[in-house]
């Protein structure tokens, strides 16, 4: 259950609605006490929002900041992956401004390191499932520590963002 999953995380937990985006369904929650009081809620807005009720528990992330890989991949298994794309400033939950390269590894001692670790990771995912074509991994990134990044989706399609990718990649397409 959701207070097991939290207990075995770690508190703050985010909970959030399986089935929804915009933030609906979605808090943080700090303790158990405060899961117990609010999952109910969250569950119900989410069955009100989008006809289904199931909710997600995940780890926290405090100052985060929401980072994307591209990738390309053929029906050989043979992959590539652009530079990131950062899209931390939202509004609402949706996405205001992409930017590439990410500010976040502009003076990081280790980004070299950290972007090639996560296209390595897009990479493997997509190996993992079978997925051949473009899409986009990403990834929640600690704004504490940006070695700590955690999967966050995977679009398996070209995004409205992708001519950020085509203006710092020198042309994909």
């Known amino acids: 259950d959701a207070a097991s999953a939290a207990q075995e995380l770690g508190y703050p937990v985010m909970l959030k609605a399986s ?20 999952f109910p809620r969250c569950q119900a807005e989410a069955e009100a929002s989008f006809g289904d009720g199931t909710m997600l528990v995940e780890k926290f992330i405090s100052r985060p900041r ?3 890989i591209q990738i390309l991949v053929d029906k050989n298994g043979h992959g590539v992956f652009f ?9 609402r939950n949706q996405k205001v401004i992409e930017e590439s390269p990410s500010p976040l590894f502009s003076h990081h ?14 990479l493997a995912l ?23 990044f955690y999967f966050l989706e995977m679009n398996t ?3 409205v963002e992708h001519p950020v990718t085509e203006a710092v990649s020198g042309g994909v397409d």
């Open 157 to 159: 399609r070209l995004q």
């Open 126 to 148: 997509a190996a993992a499932v079978g997925y051949y074509s473009a899409g986009t991994i990403e990834y929640l990134v600690s704004g504490d520590d940006a070695r700590e």
């Open 83 to 91: 530079p990131e794309r950062e899209c931390s400033l939202q509004r």
């Open 19 to 38: 089935a929804g985006g915009g933030g609906k369904g979605m808090r943080v929650i700090d303790s158990e006490q405060m899961m117990l009081e609010d």
């Open 66 to 68: 929401h980072i994307e």
């Open 109 to 122: 001692p280790h980004a070299a390191e950290i972007r090639a670790e996560m296209g390595r990771q897009a």
